[in-house]
C-alpha cells in the first residue's frame, strides 16, 4: 500500500519514515494472519476457532462472556464459533464452575489434540519471516519490543 496520490505525503521526513514502516508492518500483519489460517485451515479449522482454542487451557471451564471478554468478540459472534467447534468435538459447554446457569467451555480431548497440533505445526514454520536470518529476526524482536504494552518495553 503507498499513500492515495490525491492526498498530502507526511509533513517531515520523519513522519516519512513512521509511515513507510507502518505501511510495511500493515503488509507483514496480513501476511502473518494469511499464515496463521493455512495452518488453521490445514487442520479444517478458521482462524478464529485457533483463537477460542489457544484461549482455552486444558481442564479450564470458561464462562461464555469471560472467553468473549479474553478474545474481544461480540458473544454472538462467539456462539457461532463455539456452536462450529462443539459440532467438531473440540469443545464441550458445561455448567460454570462457581454459578451453575452460567454456560462454560471447555476443551475436548480432540480439542486438546487440535490445539497442540496448530500449535506445533504454527511454531515449526518460519512464515513470512523465513526469508531473514536469525540476527535479522532478533534485531526485529528487540526493535519491537518497546512497542509491546505487555513487555512495558523491557528487553
Not at 81 to 94: I, K
Amino acid at each position: 500500500m503507498t499513500t492515495p496520490p490525491d492526498l498530502p505525503g507526511p509533513s517531515s521526513e520523519f513522519l516519512g519514515l513512521v509511515l513507510d514502516v507502518d505501511l510495511r508492518l500493515l503488509a507483514l500483519a496480513d501476511r502473518l494472519r494469511q499464515h496463521w489460517a493455512a495452518h488453521a485451515a490445514a487442520l479444517g479449522l478458521s482462524g478464529a476457532q485457533v483463537k477460542v482454542l489457544l484461549s482455552l487451557e486444558p481442564g479450564e471451564a470458561v464462562p461464555m462472556r469471560i472467553l468473549a471478554g479474553r478474545l474481544d468478540y461480540d458473544a454472538s459472534n462467539l456462539t457461532t464459533l463455539v456452536d462450529r467447534l462443539h459440532t467438531r468435538g473440540a469443545v464441550q459447554r458445561c455448567a460454570a464452575p462457581d454459578d451453575r446457569r452460567v454456560k462454560a467451555l471447555a476443551l475436548t480431548d480432540e480439542g486438546e489434540r487440535l490445539r497442540a497440533r496448530f500449535w506445533r505445526e504454527l511454531t515449526e514454520d518460519p512464515g513470512p519471516l523465513a526469508p531473514l536470518t536469525e540476527r535479522e529476526v532478533q534485531a526485529l524482536a528487540d526493535a519491537l519490543r518497546p512497542l509491546d504494552p505487555e513487555s512495558g518495553g523491557r528487553p
